[in-house]
């Protein structure tokens, strides 16, 4: 029989865990890394390489080294977020058939979800090493922000790397979960503060005795350490260009070496003061080679981060507004994500809560643990922890003048049933286009589509006078049914909407199919 896993998809780096004997177990790979480094890349002799290997030759082949995928999965090339990371990414973003955002990489155009699912096979592959047994199924984390287009591209991204996904679950939840194992009281209220390489979540929850119960979560899914990299790597920029009147944007080696050394140095400044960075040979000029050694300090890294980390604790007033708690109320703040080892996140955090969070568990780590506990029990027969959880965001329809009507609310427990009253907007209207969006934004276009349909045949009558029913019916797998319903004909129409992917079901099969062939030349290697 097959073991079941739990994977931390990161944006930065993956980990991925099982249980043994009931408790979650880090899996280490054969050299001993906890981590993964969510890292793709082609080599000029077309060999694939993932995570570690991938990583280490970054610097010297920038253009085909996918990172920070997790960014970019499940949006539409046009989207703010895909333009703002074109800005940023070494490799090529490109425009897919379907309008959404892909990466060229060793001269192919690949999709997100075939990156992200090789970062997959990695992990199944380590996990596979280790327990030498095969993988039965997985539970994989998602920010709880993530909008059901992305979840589903995460979950086309497990089919083709070759994994049943057992469930879609939320880092803060699962983060949840580990913690649950290792406290000791029965009721409690806690606050999952998230903070990672590229998201941000922050979710309240409460624990009962097998209990745990999401009250609101709130975040960005565009927010994580990459940006506070950017923003001393562009300090740096601004010192180079100022010294040697050199703009190094366009080296695009140079700008990798940048990268590197700014991550080591962010590291370093968690717990000293000052780092060193040293780049020699740095980039080249007609007069020699030009070599760069600076000194970078906690508190500049600090003043270039304060805003950022600032928006976090106002998403955290959002998230207690969402509960109808104050923080007084909270029992435990629990800190998720490397970037909550920096100072300055922790004093902003104990500033807000009024307490020192908890640090007994390892924030690199909780999140694919949690998520092993929950693989765990739902394979058992008798499941030792029950899950309540709720829609990160609101989900509703387009109407008059482009708005977005609300259906069922933030924040609202699944599963869930709810029905509103619409009517016509013309005389004699016989058929309504009823376009299905999730997000919190007052107009329907600033907000995810999920999907359309056309109910037809509506009674003919002035416009007001007919009486349209729109049902949403979302279960606690996040699968959201539509009925629409002309009330005085008896007229239905009633569509399943599991999220909009990006992916027809013959392109899953062909990825899936090389995967496949991945997988075997991995073995190889």
Avoid: W
């Avoid at 260009?241 to 968690?270: G, P």
Wanted: hydrophobic share 35%; net charge negative; glycine share 8%.
């Amino acid at each position: 029989m097959g073991k079941t896993i739990g994977i931390d998809l990161g944006t930065t780096n993956s980990c991925v865990a099982t249980t043994i004997g009931g408790k979650p177990f880090v899996i280490p790979s054969s050299t001993g890394n906890r981590l993964i480094p969510s890292y793709f890349a082609i080599t000029q002799d077309e060999k694939t390489l993932i995570g570690v290997r991938a990583k280490r030759q970054s610097i010297t082949n920038p253009k085909n080294t996918i990172f920070a995928a997790k960014r970019i999965i499940g949006r539409r090339y046009d989207s703010r977020e895909v333009k703002i990371a074109k800005d940023k990414l070494p490799y090529e973003v490109v425009a897919g058939p379907h309008g959404d955002a892909r990466v060229k990489c060793g001269g192919k155009i690949m999709s997100i979800p075939e990156v992200s699912a090789a970062i997959l096979l990695e992990a199944k592959k380590v996990a596979e090493g280790f327990l030498e047994n095969s993988i039965e199924g997985a539970c994989i984390t998602v920010p709880a922000y993530f909008n059901e287009n992305q979840r589903q591209a995460t979950i086309d991204a497990a089919e083709i790397a070759g994994l049943k996904v057992l469930r879609i679950i939320n880092e803060p939840t699962a983060s949840a979960l580990a913690y649950g194992q290792k406290r000791g009281k029965k009721n409690e209220l806690i606050a999952i503060y998230d903070l990672g390489g590229g998201t941000f979540d922050i979710s309240i929850l409460e624990l009962g005795e097998g209990v745990y119960e999401v009250l609101s979560t709130a975040g960005n899914t565009y927010l994580g350490g990459e940006d506070i990299d950017n923003r001393i790597i562009n300090s740096v920029l601004e010192d180079f260009k100022k010294t040697h009147n050199i703009n190094l944007k366009d080296d695009v080696m140079a700008m990798q070496r940048l990268k590197d050394a700014v991550e080591r140095a962010k590291i370093e400044l968690s717990t000293q003061t000052e780092a060193t960075i040293s780049l020699p040979f740095l980039t080249e000029t007609s007069h020699g080679a030009i070599h760069y050694n600076t000194v970078i300090t906690r508190n500049k890294v600090e003043d270039l981060m304060i805003d950022l980390i600032d928006q976090t604790i106002q998403t955290c007033k959002n998230a207690l507004e969402g509960a109808g708690l104050k923080k007084d109320d909270i029992d435990e703040v629990i800190l998720v994500g490397g970037q909550t080892r920096a100072p300055l996140v922790i004093k902003k955090v104990v500033e807000f809560f009024g307490k020192q969070p908890n640090r007994g568990i390892n924030p690199d780590e909780v999140v694919a643990e949690g998520a092993a506990i929950h693989a765990y029990n739902i394979g058992s027969p008798l499941p030792s922890n029950i899950l309540v959880d709720i829609t990160a965001l609101s989900l509703g329809i387009q109407t008059k003048g482009g708005a977005f009507t609300e259906i069922i609310p933030q924040n609202t427990p699944v599963p869930i049933t709810k029905t509103r009253k619409f009517t016509t907007t013309y005389d004699n209207q016989d058929a309504v286009r009823i376009s299905v969006y999730q997000g919190n934004e007052k107009m329907a276009n600033d907000n995810e589509l999920l999907g359309e349909f056309v109910l037809g045949g509506i009674r003919l009558a002035k416009k007001g006078e007919p009486n349209i029913e729109v049902g949403f019916d979302m279960n606690s797998e996040g699968i959201l049914k539509v009925t629409a319903k002309d009330a005085d004909l008896g007229t239905e129409q009633t569509v399943t909407l599991e999220a909009k992917s990006r992916l027809s079901e013959e392109e899953i099969r062909e990825m899936k199919d090389k995967m496949s062939s991945l997988e075997v030349e991995l073995k190889e290697q």
